[in-house]
């Protein structure tokens, strides 16, 4: 039996080892990259529609114009998986750049046009207005170097004002426009040091994680520090030197000391900046926007106005709970320089029976007294935004029963309910208020903990405004309301047709009289519109053309059907060109479950029939020019109150995986 085995495995390795050794006989070609068939690689090449961002005054659109791909030598780019970001080292920026070549800024009033002035081989990103729209700033990344360019939105003509410094974009967006429309504070790579630390050829020490008899769950995030060398690494990658670029003259002055910056936020009147400075230990278990920081508010010399938090690890935080200390803090928009944040009162931890569960407190400049407690909440605390008249809307969520409020704030009066609602239900979702874009880019600030917060909303007599998708049985149909909040009533103002989808964009008006819309249907690709308020028209802005004609032979389908425990479910069926009904092909369902708190929030359909099939990215959308169909994003709601939801998670998902493909076989 032994020998009989033994000479069976001799024949099966010569067996499997032959071609191989023929091939080394003929002379050995590597392999080489392969290629989808060619109507793929024409969509996918195919650079994608201009992304557009409208300057804070409302007169210009830039389009922003980007290549579709990225080459395999960028791709081959080196790359620091640290902290749980992903890095460049020879540019101190994102591993992916954005990949913009080139922009356009067109006029809203009229139509024109004027290039920017953009560096040979450009690649281009974190494009923003100043906050009067007269400039616009851009960084340019290069082999070995991101450098800060300003353009004037006139004439387009624009300048690297950076000089030698080298802007250092490993932890976000390194810069933001002042109020001053002339002054850009940015984060610089420090100068006069030496190399990068060397991997140690003979380790110092062991690696070490320590437990401390607690329990400490956490979410499994990827790029973790591992090493002693990992934490030298990143000190050394993410240390940058705060300083303030004055467009005009082109002078350069350092504010405070070279410091781990993981968000830098200026104040509205630009004479303060939010400061959170990472410090050690660094953790090997959450990634870097959950190490331990010091938040500050400095002056625009670097000087420290008052120390706002020193917030510990995020290590040991609840899975559904929030940091024990202050959070959330970011800049009153409505004000000069008010500083807003967050306490829990339950230690961040849900499952704790307390009366109140945050608190929100405010302090304004110059930082000097003590802060001021503007609300307490019974429900987990979800944002406060003001309004330009000082009106505070104050929102709170409950996990347990997955309800949210919202509370009007008013000086001297008592708190004021606005709604409470299912969070969960697409269809009784009231929609979001319309702020104001002077920030000149579409976050309010650099990433990290803290935040700009956006814009004050929009308040003209006693009306706020509000735009939501619009969720119906039939699709959605995204809406402006007029809300008054004095008496609680609404109007609306503008709801899309039923065979388009047609969305707010912002205001481009102080009044809300005239607004920019972005509208398609399945035979128009999407375009930008002024709509006026009082009437039914709109006017053209952009004129977009199909960039991909090879998928108009793509139909599609938004289906409807039923869980066998009743649930209504939907998705869309994408059908390869030239399908015929009756036809068989193979199906593709790209699905991810998601929790509801009851069946029927879970049965209220969103998404829409009326889109226009664009396919870009890494989309599995490619697919059907090899003659896929495609059940697209079919809804797997995973349903129970609270935490329970997930105690039945492979029976649900096992069912509504069930009913789609009942529901493909059905279609034929």
């Not at 200390?325 to 849900?350: C, K």
């Not at 406060?384 to 996990?399: A, F, I, P, Q």
């Not at 059907?561 to 036809?583: C, E, H, N």
């Amino acid at each position: 039996m032994i020998a009989t085995r033994s000479a069976r495995v001799v024949a099966l390795l010569a067996v499997l080892f032959a071609p191989a050794l023929f091939a080394q006989s003929q002379g050995y070609e590597p392999p080489k990259y392969l290629l989808p068939p060619k109507a793929i690689v024409d969509a996918f090449d195919v650079a994608p529609l201009p992304q557009t961002m409208l300057s804070p005054n409302k007169q210009v659109l830039a389009l922003t114009y980007r290549r579709a791909q990225p080459t395999i030598t960028e791709l081959a780019q080196p790359m620091l998986r640290i902290a749980g970001t992903r890095v460049n080292p020879k540019t101190y920026g994102p591993h992916r750049a954005a990949l913009i070549t080139g922009i356009t800024l067109k006029k809203v009033a009229d139509g024109s046009e004027v290039k920017v002035t953009v560096p040979p081989q450009a690649n281009v990103s974190n494009v923003k207005f100043s906050p009067d729209g007269a400039h616009l700033a851009f960084l340019n990344t290069k082999e070995n170097g991101i450098d800060l360019w300003v353009a004037d939105t006139a004439t387009g003509s624009a300048k690297a004002i950076s000089g030698s410094d080298r802007m250092n974009a490993t932890a976000g967006d390194p810069c933001d426009w002042l109020s001053d429309n002339t002054t850009l504070v940015c984060d610089l790579v420090p100068t006069g040091r030496g190399p990068a630390p060397a991997d140690p050829t003979v380790p110092t020490g062991p690696n070490v994680l320590e437990n401390f008899g607690k329990p400490a769950p956490a979410p499994t995030y990827e790029d973790l520090i591992k090493t002693v060398h990992d934490e030298a690494l990143f000190e050394y990658y993410f240390t940058s030197q705060l300083a303030a670029f004055n467009t005009a003259t082109g002078g350069k002055t350092p504010i405070g000391r070279p410091a781990i910056l993981d968000s830098v936020t200026p104040s509205p009147n630009g004479e303060y900046l939010l400061v959170a400075k990472i410090k050690r230990p660094f953790s090997h278990l959450v990634p870097m926007a959950r190490f331990p920081q010091d938040v500050e508010i400095w002056d625009r010399k670097g000087a420290v106005a008052r120390k706002i938090a020193d917030v510990p690890s995020g290590e040991g935080t609840p899975l559904t709970g929030v940091e024990p200390g202050p959070r959330g803090y970011h800049w009153r928009a409505d004000q000069p320089a008010t500083m807003l944040w967050t306490e829990a009162l339950d230690g961040g931890d849900p499952k704790v029976n307390v009366p109140f569960r945050d608190k929100v407190v405010s302090i304004a400049a110059p930082f000097t007294g003590q802060p001021a407690e503007i609300a307490k909440t019974e429900w987990r605390f979800g944002g406060l935004s003001y309004t330009e008249k000082g009106v505070g809307l104050l929102n709170e969520s409950d996990r347990v029963t997955r309800r949210t409020r919202t509370w009007i704030l008013e000086p001297g009066a008592e708190p004021r309910k606005l709604w409470e609602r299912r969070q969960d239900a697409a269809y009784e979702n009231p929609g979001s208020p319309v702020t104001r874009r002077d920030t000149g880019d579409a976050g309010g600030g650099r990433g990290g903990r803290g935040g700009g917060g956006g814009g004050a909303i929009v308040h003209t007599g006693d009306y706020i405004y509000l735009s939501g998708q619009g969720a119906t049985p039939q699709g959605d149909r995204p809406f402006v309301d007029r809300l008054n909040l004095k008496t609680l009533q609404s109007d609306r103002i503008f709801r899309s047709a039923p065979d388009a989808l047609e969305t707010f964009v912002a205001p481009l008006s102080d009044d809300m009289s005239r607004f920019l819309t972005r509208s398609e249907s399945p035979k128009d690709p999407p375009n930008y519109y002024a709509r006026n308020r009082d009437t039914t028209t709109k006017r053209p802005i952009t004129e977009f053309k199909d960039q991909q004609p090879q998928l108009r032979g793509v139909d599609h389908q938004f289906v409807t059907y039923k869980r066998k425990d009743g649930v209504m479910l939907s998705a869309t069926l994408y059908t390869p060109p030239g399908y015929k009904k009756g036809d068989h092909v193979p199906v593709i369902m790209w699905a991810y479950p998601r929790e509801f708190g009851d069946a029927d929030s879970a049965s209220q359909i969103t998404g829409s029939p009326n889109r226009f099939l664009l396919v870009n990215g890494y989309s599995h959308l490619f697919l059907l020019l090899s003659g896929y169909a495609i059940f697209d994003n079919p809804t797997m709601p995973i349903i129970g109150p609270g935490e329970t939801a997930n105690d039945h998670y492979v029976e649900q998902l096992v069912a509504s995986a069930e009913a789609a493909i009942d529901k493909i076989v059905e279609m034929g």
